[in-house]
Structures are given as structure tokens and as C-alpha cells.
């Protein structure tokens, strides 16, 4: 009973998560124009360290040396994801990019497991982890927008949909031996110290006013700062494939605020695709809890 208590919380914490990272699209669309993507990308990162640096200066000390390999190739994921997600969409378009960055992340979860640990996820959380994926394409594709199948657009979508996954199975480990503070903050800081040069060739210089920091302060408190927060508290008490699924979580919030903040209409085939959402994220949180005893 106790394992199940520690693995409902660990979900919730997740899903609350996911419901935060929701809100990424709504506050970037207030952004200015001049503001370039990958500045917004590279700037929430820089936020969020100095989020966790708070956190981590007040959290109490872990003795043990730092695994300091880990934690590069966990900044590298969160650099690489951020990078490859905003170009790819930029070039597949918002629909299918968007569906093939978040969709493909548990697949490559699954996979990574089965490979790493030689150990198949049950077969519940690969039924309700396909159905939530088939959901979110469906969801994505019926809000419309541009399709264009761009070869390296596809490409970039998909390796930051890898870059996502491998994040959150090398993070976990991370969090235990480190907590969420100090593990987060090791993780966002080389990240971002990767992503401002890159963001600085490929955006140009950096042209923000008074809305624009608005914009991104809430992106990389809120969106990144806090949420990474409660993502990596829940993932101490459920797996990694479990988390990256749950965090399909995130178009279901941003498909809802669509409607009821930008007043978006959307087509029979979106909100078909957000109850398979829902059903195969509730399909993961059975398997989850089935196999916490």
C-alpha cells in the first residue's frame, strides 16, 4: 500500500508537471516577434538554473563525489532537446512537429529500456503509452496548421524526442543520489552554457524589451523551474517510461487553453485525439500502480 501511495504521488506530481509545460505555447505567443525562438529557448534555461540555484543553496548538503558524467550527458539531452525541438518545428510546422517531438519521446523511453536495462515494460504501459501517443498525433494533426514532410525537419523532431527520453532515464538516478535541486541545477546550467552560444549564432544578437523578459521569466520560473522541480520529485517514486508518458500530459493543457484562453475552435478529429490522450494516460497510471506492490 505504501508503494502504491508513493507511486500515485509521484504521477501526480508529474502530471502537474505536464500541466505547467502546457503553457509554454500560450506565453510564447505573447512574445514579441523580434524575439528568436532559440533566444527563448537558451534564455528559460538560464532562468531556470538560477531557480534551482536558490533551491540547492538552501537544500541541506549530500556527502559522495559527483557524478559528473551523468550530469554532462543530462545537459547535453535538455540542450540538444530544446535546439532540435524549435528548429524541427520550425520546419515541419507547429502540428506535426510538435507531434513527432513529444509523441516519439515515449517510444524512445520504451526502447532505451528494453535495451539498458534488458527489461520490457509491461505490456499495459505499451497499450496505454501507444494509444496516448496515437492520440496526441491525432490531436495535434486536427488543430491544422502547415504539414510539410521536410526529411531534416522530421529528423530534428525525432532526436529531440530521443533527447527528451534519454534525459529522463539518465536524470532519475540523478535525482536520487543528488535531490531535485542540486540534480536540476547541475543539469539546466550546462545546458544553458551549451545553448547561449548556439542560440547566439543561429538567433543573432539578442533583442528583448520589457514584454518580451515578461514572457520569458515566466517561461523559465514557471515552465522550466518549477515544473522540472516537481517532475524530477515524482520520477523518484515511478520509472522513467512512466514519466515520459504521463508528460503527454502536456498538449492535453495546452489543447484546453487553446479553447478556453485563445478561443480556438478545433476540429471533431483534435478532440477525438485528446480522449485517446486521456485514455492511454490513464491505461500508464494502471500499469504504473499495478506495478508498484
Known sequence: MNDTRHSARGMALVLLAAMLWGTTGTAQSL????LSPYWVGA??????????AVLAWRAPARSGPWPWA?????????????LSFFAGVK???VALGTALAIGSGPIWAGLLQTLLARRLPPALW????????AGGAAMALG????????ATGVALCLLAGLAYASYTLVNKPLVLRLGPARA???VFAGAALLSVPVAWVLGGPLQAGAAAWGVVLFLGLVSTGLSYLLFSSGLRHISGTTGVTLALGEPVTAFVLAVWVVGERQQPL???????VIAGLLLVVWAELRAAP
Open 31 to 34: 512574445a514579441p516577434a523580434t
Open 43 to 52: 534564455l528559460r534555461l538560464v532562468i531556470g538554473s538560477a531557480f534551482f
Open 70 to 82: 551523468q550530469m554532462a550527458l543530462a545537459g547535453g539531452c535538455i540542450a540538444v532537446y530544446n
Open 91 to 93: 520546419q515541419s510546422g
Open 126 to 133: 505499451w497499450l496505454g503509452m501507444l494509444v496516448s501517443v
Open 143 to 150: 488543430q491544422g496548421g502547415e504539414l510539410r514532410l521536410n
Open 184 to 186: 536540476n541545477l547541475a
Open 270 to 276: 483534435a478532440w477525438l485525439g485528446l480522449a485517446g
